[in-house]
């Protein structure tokens, strides 16, 4: 499918500040879907409006969080040049404001979009005129949804205290990093090195994004220094979900201070959400819980999260 | 430095910057820390680097915790120890916990600690600590109390705050850290509170 130069370059800068929100993880069924669902119920209930694009292609269900039928069009129809224009493939949803694109759709190879259509995807995305488009990436560490957590301006890593969880999210944050510092090398040999850190059994013992700079700077000490401003403003923020005690909400801030420490990485802990029987009633009667048990523990605690991820805009990734 | 000589990798990157391998860095902290700190942060430390500790088992080596464990009892074993503590200080070239220097000492432009107004308002408290030039976010390092939580405190948000039981180890936290008398600061604050249904 030949794109047109038009449709690849970006659109025009928007007038207004637009932010891309996204919430990935690495691993699935730990509520990312339903957390990103809630998190874009309440801005639009703090006024912002919001488009919530479901980006988990091939297990697209946010529809369902959100109490909706299966949208009559979908991200797919965009991608297959059905629809001209991303406008069509915009669903209203229960709450104004709140706008869905769906992820659902027929498309066998949808998970495996080319680079160029993902470019396109975003870019027209990016040109919607809304306040914030939260994208939720499904499951995974493909190059297609690292990327998406990349150019997001708040890249929300959602994890449940478990083992199996946290050790995805620290892959997935890795990959992601090494990810940037390639985009970012400035020299081949150092992309060389990026590269050979992407293999977890590289010769040159390089293990964490720590180890790979102290590399860098032995090798070229001006490369160290562009890939450390990169590391800098790479700020993933954490949310725990499904906490049962107080000894779960502090993993939030071990990740964080394990980030620091082991992969000289600066997270920040964005916030918790307590499991909360409201929560899967509310979806066995196909509701989202912020509507349908809005004084629960963890409507409050989304209401919470979302607050804090708004007012962290201005430490986000502005320079 | 004996000690040091055999630190392991704490290298934290805080803003692509290389930090310091001190004992203070081994528990995360600055130096100057209080006694209490040293306590929270190796509590904290030792549940990090813990044998099944779910933040760090898939991100380090068993060898490697064991040795970061080290690190962190030999730390907290320096720090909490009066004499030890003075000594290291001095060779690093730190100064002592009760040295009557920064931070807590407000600018000379700043009004005095002196007395405590009968009622504190979170803008009260803000001014306070902006004047010892601390942010937020290191009392909320210091503290591990969220640092929205801080926020909500400072910009009078009654509705979002814990209840008063918390609150008031929240304030009193908070009063330490910016100098002034973490009882009557609390007392101070809580008397806006308005009566919870």
Same mark, same amino acid.
């Given at each position: 499918m030949a794109l047109s130069v038009s449709e690849v370059l970006p659109v025009a800068a928007p007038r207004t500040r637009r932010q891309i929100w996204s919430i990935g993880g690495g691993? %699935? %069924?730990?509520g990312k879907s339903l957390l990103a669902a809630s998190v874009a119920w309440q801005l639009a209930r703090m006024g912002r409006r919001v488009v919530l694009v479901d980006a988990d292609l091939g297990g697209a269900n946010l529809h369902t969080c959100l %109490?909706?039928?299966?949208?009559?069009?979908?991200l797919a129809d965009f991608i297959q040049r059905r629809v001209s224009s991303i406008e069509e493939v915009l669903t209203d949803t229960p709450a104004p404001g709140l706008r869905l694109i769906s992820g659902a759709g027929d498309l066998l190879s949808a998970a495996n979009i080319k680079h160029l259509q993902k470019v396109r995807v975003m870019n027209h995305v990016r040109a919607i005129d809304v306040d914030v488009v939260l994208i939720d990436l499904g499951a995974g560490t493909s190059y297609n949804i690292l990327d998406f957590f990349l150019l997001s301006d708040v890249s929300i890593l959602a994890v449940v205290p478990e083992p199996t969880s946290i050790e995805n999210g620290y892959r997935f944050i890795k990959s992601a990093l090494y990810l940037l510092l390639r985009a970012a090398a400035p020299t081949e040999s150092v992309k060389e090195l990026v590269e050979a850190a992407l293999?977890?059994?590289n010769p040159q013992g390089i293990k964490t994004p720590v180890d790979l700079l102290a590399r860098v700077e032995a090798e070229d000490a001006e490369a160290a220094r562009v890939l450390r401003r990169e590391v800098a403003a790479f700020q993933p923020r954490f949310v725990v979900n499904e906490v049962r005690d107080v000894a779960d909400v502090g993993i939030g801030h071990q990740l964080v201070a394990a980030c620091g420490r082991h992969l000289g990485l600066r997270a920040s802990y964005a916030g918790f959400v307590h499991h909360d029987d409201a929560v899967w009633q509310a979806v066995r009667r196909r509701r989202l819980f912020m509507a349908d048990?809005?004084?629960s523990r963890a409507a409050e605690e989304i209401r919470q999260l979302t607050r804090g991820l708004v007012k962290g805009e201005s430490l986000g990734h502005g320079y | 430095m004996a000690t040091d000589s055999?630190?392991?990798? #704490? +290298?934290? #990157? +805080?803003?692509g910057r290389p930090s310091r391998d001190d004992l203070y860095a081994a528990l995360g902290l600055e130096p100057r820390a209080s006694r209490d700190e040293v306590e929270r942060a190796y509590r904290f430390c030792l549940e990090l680097y813990g044998e099944g500790s779910v933040a760090t088992y898939s991100l380090l080596e068993p060898t490697e915790a064991e040795q970061l464990r080290l690190r962190v009892r030999e730390a907290y074993e320096v720090l909490t120890d009066e004499d030890r503590r003075r000594a290291y200080d001095e060779s690093r070239g730190f100064l002592p916990?009760?040295?009557?220097? #920064?931070?807590?000492r407000p600018p000379s432009a700043a009004a005095p600690v002196g007395e405590l107004p009968e009622v504190l308002t979170g803008a009260d408290l803000r001014k306070m600590r902006e004047a010892r030039g601390m942010s937020l976010r290191h009392i909320a390092t210091v503290t591990k109390i969220g640092l929205r939580y801080l926020e909500y405190v400072e910009e009078d948000r009654f509705a979002f705050l814990p209840p008063p039981v918390y609150l008031r180890g929240f304030l009193q936290e908070y009063a330490r850290l910016v100098g002034i008398d973490p009882r009557r600061a609390a007392d101070a604050y809580m008397k806006r509170l308005p009566a919870r249904g």
């Open positions: 691993k %699935g %069924g730990i %109490g909706l039928p299966t949208p009559p069009r979908t293999d977890p059994k048990a809005p004084t | 055999q630190a392991v990798n #704490l +290298t934290v #990157l +805080t803003g916990p009760d040295s009557p220097v #920064l931070p807590f």
